[in-house]
Every structure is written in structure tokens, then in C-alpha cells.
């Protein structure tokens, strides 16, 4: 057993990959050294659901078979990730974080862990996520079956969810990369908080097959890593059409940001008062520095606003009635219960009585908002925005009671990107941008259905001009 | 399947950090329900076209 040199944590991808082709390390000795980091400090952080040190290792014996007949798979092959636990592993425990699921086993892999078995990852541990991804709403962070996901930068703040151990293990160093998912803001707001980079894919880029259906119209499975070229790498490695999923698009993504068009021709929409007065104060100065680097890229700004529709009623309300449907059989057994947060037992109870007509009346607006998004991305080619307003919010903060209000009177900006971008299936690229209150803060790039590689390529290239990405905490 | 005992008390351990949790509060469920029609609320504020279909397909 040699030993891995220590560098290895934060290491990207490809970094990884290429070191290990060169016969620096074996796959099997990384995996080691990376599934026993995450099982001895994940549970610092609330952040691990399971962990799989011998399947790792076993996994990693036969990728380095392959490297002994130069079978090469690709930038993932021997680089260890961990999957949030609602993605099912064969034979194992797959909680959804919530305890009437504590012992549940699926005979199947999801569809994205297949994936990225075939191209050579390995599987070193499942991540601890808010309980059925928070489905019902939820007011405390302790809403896990783990306890409350703590965030590396500093253990008093929350790590962001549902995704939480996904972006926390990606920002410590414990896995390399991580699948989470989002349904609405789930990836986004744990790589905010964190100081990951976050991709939420295109609805039904990425199958669903073997995931907790929380919101068969919304949910989305999407990668955490160090940099957006990883970002990359991972998303051609798990998208595809699927006939196992009902929403698959039936399309697939090749990484290939070289060939998107020019940065120079890129126009850009923000609204200034998203990074001004939209924004916590602390987090100013890095919004600031960030549309500066921003726009030294090479892009256009220009100032745009949201199309007018009621997004968080509307969501709510989607959501609402499909995890009605999808839990009905949780809530009436009285087994909703056991969860662990009271505002969500609440919401999923209440959620029965949704009538059909607000849910078909939400799904009709919807459809205006994607066409009404059609319109904008003709104007404008991606659209950015802050990925929080402000650093993480503190542990025992309660969440559904506003948090940070801007002054009576305040420009709405693209205040509701999150709520809108999931309504209208659109990618995010949640990219670390500086740092408020000694914690980090990040924005998000969101583009049209597809556009994947557009977004990749500015992420790589303000990647390329500065450092936020390479940052990691100490570990405390 | 066989779990190992590893497994098993990654399992139990995490199940017993859980807090413990009895039935939601009455007020809780109200304010739920009161959510809902206030969602219901402002969608009903917005008119929409007769033809407008439910979005069930994503398309670029």
C-alpha cells in the first residue's frame, strides 16, 4: 500500500486522471486514502450518509486492471466521488436523509451511478442531503436524518441543502467531485455557500432513473467540483437519453467549450442592484470584484430584468402537488411522523389538499414562462446573477422566515432566478467568486435549454483570471 | 442483502441522531394550509390565455 501525497485533495479531475495515467499513483490506493478522509471527517460536517471504503477499493482494483492494458476511459477514470443519498447503490442503504427511509435497499443502480462506473469513477461513499430533499419546506437546518449539514468554512454556518454533504465533501477535500441534485435551488445554494463550483443541468439532460422523485417536473441531477472544467467533464459522463426516465430529453452533452462562440460577442444580463443593494453588505465588494473580472472576460453586460410572473407561488405550488403525489403513501401512513422537522411534516401533510386546478393553473404558467424565456435568451445569451445574496446563513438560523430583506422600495433585479430557472428547465453555473464575512460567496450564470457549453466556457475562462475556485478551508 | 456491521451501525448510528419528533403542532398545519392559499391567491391575479396548455416538455 504506497502512500498518496496529501496535494491529492484538492486536486481537479483532470489533475487527478493525468497523474494517475502516469503512473504516479495506483486508483486503488487514491481511492483508499480519499474513502477513509471522508469517513473520518465527513461526520465532522453532518456530511456523510455512508461510507463505502471496501467497495471503493475493490472498484479502484479494476479500473487499475484497466490502466495495465491501457484501457482508458476517459478524465474520470480512478477519480473518487461521492453520490447524495438519494441516488440508489445496489445492495446498500439509500436514507433520502429522512429516517422512515433509514433502511431502505434498491436492487438497482441509478442510472448516473452506472454512468459513471462505466467510465471509471469511483464510488467511495453517499452524502447525508436535508431529508426527501426538503420536500414539504422546512425551517431548521436540522432537517436530516445526519443533523444539520455544517459548513467547512466555519462549523456555526449552515452548508446549504438539499445537497449538503455533496457541496460540503467537494469543498474539504473529501471527495473529488459529487453528484447532488436540485428541484429547486438544492445545488445552487450548497455551492454558494460552500465555495464549490455547481452545475444544474438542463431538465432531462441527466436521467432521474434510481433517484428520489421529489418533483417529476422539476427534479434535476447535477455535479459539484473544484473547477467548471470538471463541471464538464462530469456532465458528458452522466447526461443521455434514458427510456428508463419519463423526462429524459433524449439528448446528450459532449464537453466541447472551445467551439461555443466567442466570449467577445456574448452579451450578458445582469441587473446592478442584484450585486448592490440586493446583496448583503459584506458580499458587495466580491460582486463587485467578480463583474469586474466578469466583464474583463470579454462579454457585453447589459442591463435586463425577469419577465413579471408570481415564480415562488408558482413553484410552491408544482412542487406542492407533485410531492403530494410522490409521498402520499409517507404522509398517510402517519410514517411522515418520524421526520425531523416540524414546518415540513406540516407542508407535506397540507400538501394532500392541494386542488388540481391550482396545480393545473401553475403548469399553464409555467409554459408562459418558458416562452416568455424564449424571448429574453434572444435578446440577451445568459443571464447572471448572484448564486446567494449573501455568505451561509448561521446553523440555528431559522430558514423560512426571509432571512436578508433589502430596504422597502428596492428594484426587484432577476430577484427569483432560482424559482424561474427551474420552472423554465434552464442550467446554472454556480461559480465561487470572493468572500463576505471570511465565508464564501458565489454567483451563478444561467443560460437557455441546452446552452451547457456556453456556460462552461465563461466559467472556464473567469476561472482562468482568478483564484476563488483553488481557495479551501482549513481544516478545523 | 447482508449488510456488515460497518454498515450497520453507519446506519443505526445516524438514525439515532435524528431528534426525535412527534406530531406537527396544529398551528403548523394551518400555516401550511395558509400558504397554499396565498399561492393559490396570486395565481389566481393572473389571467391566462384560454389555448395556454399545462408545460410538461423542455425543448431549446
Redesign the interface.
Known amino acids: 500500500m504506497a502512500a498518496i501525497p496529501n496535494d491529492v485533495f484538492f486536486a481537479t479531475v483532470t489533475e487527478l486522471n493525468t497523474r494517475w495515467k502516469a503512473k504516479e499513483f495506483k486508483a486503488e490506493d487514491l481511492a483508499r486514502a480519499f474513502a477513509e478522509r471522508l469517513a473520518q471527517l465527513g461526520p465532522r460536517y453532518n456530511a ?4 463505502l471504503v ?1 467497495e471503493a477499493r475493490r472498484q479502484a482494483k479494476a479500473v487499475d486492471q484497466d490502466r495495465k492494458i491501457d484501457r482508458l476511459r476517459g478524465p474520470l477514470q480512478a477519480i473518487p466521488y461521492g453520490a447524495k443519498d438519494l441516488l440508489a447503490y445496489k ?3 439509500t ?1 433520502w436523509g429522512a ?1 422512515p427511509y ?2 431502505q ?1 434498491f436492487p438497482y443502480n441509478a442510472t448516473v451511478i452506472d454512468k459513471l462506473d462505466t467510465v471509471g469513477a469511483v464510488l467511495t461513499g453517499k452524502l447525508a442531503m436535508v431529508e426527501l430533499a426538503g420536500g ?2 422546512y425551517r431548521y437546518a ?1 432537517a ?4 444539520p449539514g455544517l459548513n467547512p468554512w466555519d462549523r456555526t454556518r449552515w452548508s446549504g441543502g438539499s445537497s449538503s454533504g455533496s457541496a460540503t465533501a467537494v469543498a474539504a477535500g473529501l471527495v473529488t467531485f459529487a453528484l447532488g441534485s436540485e428541484t429547486s435551488g438544492s445545488i445552487v445554494t450548497p455551492a454558494s455557500y460552500c465555495g464549490v463550483t455547481g452545475l444544474r443541468p ?3 439532460l441527466v436521467s432521474r432513473y434510481g433517484a428520489m422523485a421529489l418533483s417529476w ?1 422539476l427534479d434535476k441531477i447535477g455535479p459539484f467540483a473544484h473547477t467548471a472544467e470538471d463541471c464538464g467533464h462530469i456532465l458528458q459522463a452522466i447526461s443521455g437519453g434514458d427510456s428508463k426516465d419519463p423526462g429524459s ?1 433524449g439528448t446528450s452533452f459532449y464537453y466541447a467549450p472551445q467551439y461555443t462562440r466567442p466570449l467577445k460577442e456574448l452579451k450578458v444580463g445582469y441587473a446592478p442592484v442584484d450585486f448592490a443593494d440586493r446583496a448583503e453588505e459584506s458580499a458587495r465588494g466580491a460582486f463587485r470584484t467578480a463583474l469586474a473580472a466578469i466583464k474583463e472576460a470579454g462579454v457585453t453586460l447589459v442591463e435586463t430584468k425577469l419577465p413579471s ?2 415564480y ?3 413553484l ?2 408544482v412542487l ?1 402537488a407533485e410531492q403530494a403525489s410522490s409521498f402520499e403513501q409517507l404522509i398517510a401512513s402517519g410514517q411522515v ?7 415540513q ?3 407535506l ?3 394532500l ?3 388540481a386546478r ?1 396545480y ?11 416562452e416568455e424565456f424564449r424571448k429574453l435568451f434572444a435578446e440577451v445569451d445568459v443571464l447572471l446573477a448572484p448564486g446567494r445574496p449573501g455568505p451561509a446563513t448561521k446553523i440555528d438560523e431559522p430558514l423560512d422566515r426571509g432571512g436578508f430583506q433589502p430596504s422597502a422600495g428596492t428594484p426587484s433585479g432577476l430577484q427569483g432566478i432560482i424559482q424561474a430557472g427551474n420552472l ?2 434552464l442550467p446554472a453555473l454556480v461559480l465561487p467568486c470572493g468572500f463576505a464575512d471570511n465565508l464564501p460567496v458565489a454567483f451563478q450564470l444561467v443560460g ?4 451547457e457549453n456556453l456556460l462552461l466556457a465563461i466559467g472556464r475562462e473567469f476561472q482562468s483570471r482568478t483564484d476563488w475556485h483553488k481557495k479551501h478551508p482549513p481544516e478545523t | 442483502m447482508k449488510l456488515t456491521r460497518r454498515q450497520l451501525a453507519a446506519v443505526v448510528s445516524a438514525a439515532t441522531l435524528a431528534p426525535a419528533q412527534t406530531t406537527a403542532p396544529v398551528d403548523e398545519t394551518q400555516a401550511a394550509r395558509d400558504r397554499l392559499k396565498a399561492n393559490s391567491d396570486a395565481l389566481a391575479r393572473h389571467d391566462l390565455p384560454p389555448a395556454t396548455e399545462p408545460a410538461f416538455r423542455f425543448q431549446a
Not at chain 1, 411522523?337 to 416540524?342: F, G, K, S, Y
Open positions: 456523510l450518509a455512508l461510507p471496501q445492495g446498500q442503504p436514507t429516517k433509514a433502511g435497499v414539504g419546506g436540522s436530516s436524518l445526519t443533523g438542463t431538465y432531462g417536473t430529453a410572473f408570481p415562488g407561488p408558482i410552491s405550488t406542492a411522523d418520524q421526520l425531523a422537522d416540524a414546518v411534516i406540516a407542508g401533510k397540507a400538501s389538499e392541494l386542488p391550482d393545473l393553473k401553475a403548469m399553464r404558467l409555467r409554459r408562459l414562462i418558458q423554465a428547465g437557455a435549454p441546452f446552452s
